[in-house]
């Protein structure tokens, strides 16, 4: 993408008003080549999490225990690719093709979210990762619906309103369990003693060997530190845990009066490094089975090319997906 030198127009000090006004990038304005470098990368993260992160719960699609619960395990599956998808195409709308990043994605260049490297082992995970993971993904993405970059800011909304009804599921799906039968209590409380960690982790390196944001906050990228929102999530938690009538497996939760905030444990950052470097329990089969699919996937993509071809006039024109994402 060819930038034009900010001093010869005036455009970079354009860029600093618009963040410092809290008003929007769009597309077409200029911007500084690191901000671009720095949105593809969350932006190709998240999209990248969002597809990875419909294996674990795909895995009990055939399983679940009744037809309610299949019908709102697949909607919530589905919901998973379309924000994979809008969040795609608000990368395209920085100049970065879906192709590339998912050649980076399959290739181990670009990463995505250390959660989805753990096993679904019950159907009480099912519930586990719509409370933990989206209830922490929620607590994490809501501040992105006021990111600086208009296209994702605006598929955040849209992800955010669905992902709520994630959470709710799985808080409800949790609810029925732990007040089952004994065993159903016990499969619910083994399942968050074994997701409560990883999804602490969802909120990246703590602030101090946080490399990406002081940046991305003074860009308006992010809103809060990793830190500030891994314990709003905790505050939010603990309560909600006690309504379910399980237990958060931290011997170190406590209501701190002076901070007014839960005090938790120390997290295993060996274990957090160890997952990001590929040496999650499913980093292998997670990746793998993302290659096949693609792999598999391409007889699709020729012939959507060979339709588009032969029937120009019905091939969306250039654009298109940055304009639906900038709308
Ligand atoms: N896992 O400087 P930092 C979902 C990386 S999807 C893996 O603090 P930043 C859902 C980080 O990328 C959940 N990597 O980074 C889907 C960086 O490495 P690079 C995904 C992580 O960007 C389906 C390095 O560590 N949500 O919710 O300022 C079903 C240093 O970190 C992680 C998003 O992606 C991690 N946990 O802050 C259910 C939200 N943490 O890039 C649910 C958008 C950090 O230099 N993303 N890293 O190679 C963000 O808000 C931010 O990117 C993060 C990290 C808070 C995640």
Redesign the pocket.
């Known amino acids: 993408m060819t930038t034009i030198a900010p001093e010869d127009t005036g455009q970079e000090a354009l860029f600093d008003a618009t963040i410092a006004a809290d008003e929007r990038i769009e597309p077409r304005d200029w911007m500084p080549d690191d901000y671009r470098a720095?949105l593809v990368?969350?932006?190709a993260?998240?999209a990248h999490?969002?597809i990875?992160?419909?294996q674990p719960?795909a895995n009990w699609i055939t399983r679940a225990p009744s037809l309610r619960r299949k019908a709102i395990l697949m909607a919530?599956v589905q919901d998973?690719a379309g924000?994979g998808l809008y969040l795609y195409s608000a990368a395209e709308t920085l100049g970065t093709g879906r192709d590339e990043l998912l050649d980076k994605l399959h290739t181990g260049r670009?990463?995505?979210?250390?959660?989805?490297n753990y096993p679904t082992l019950t159907w009480a995970d099912v519930g586990a990762?719509?409370w933990l993971?989206?209830g922490?993904?929620?607590t994490?993405?809501v501040p992105?619906c006021r990111c600086s970059y208009g296209p994702y800011a605006r598929a955040m909304v849209r992800i955010c309103k669905e992902?709520s009804f994630?959470q709710r599921q799985g808080y409800e799906l949790l609810l029925t369990l732990s007040r089952g039968t004994e065993a159903q209590h016990a499969m619910a409380q083994d399942a968050i003693d074994r997701w409560w960690w990883p999804s602490l982790?969802?909120?990246?390196?703590p602030?101090d060997?946080?490399?990406?944001?002081a940046q991305?906050m003074a860009w308006k990228?992010?809103r809060h530190s990793?830190d500030e929102?891994r314990q709003r999530f905790v505050d939010i938690c603990v309560p909600q845990a006690e309504t379910l009538g399980l237990t958060l497996p931290d011997p170190d939760l406590r209501w701190n009066e002076e901070r007014r905030h839960w005090d938790f444990g120390p997290i295993d950052w060996t274990e957090?490094r160890e997952?990001?470097k590929g040496n999650g329990p499913c980093n292998d089969e997670r990746i793998g089975r993302r290659r096949r699919a693609h792999q598999e996937g391409a007889w699709v993509r020729e012939a959507a090319a060979a339709h588009a071809a032969k029937h120009p006039a019905h091939t969306p024109h250039a654009g298109t997906d940055q304009e639906e994402a900038a709308r």
């Open positions: 720095s990368r969350q932006i993260q998240h999490s969002e990875i992160g419909m719960e919530k998973e924000h670009q990463k995505y979210s250390s959660i989805f990762i719509g993971v989206d922490a993904a929620i994490n993405q992105l992902e994630h982790m969802m909120f990246g390196p602030d060997e946080s490399a990406h944001s991305s990228i992010k990793n929102l957090f997952v990001l």
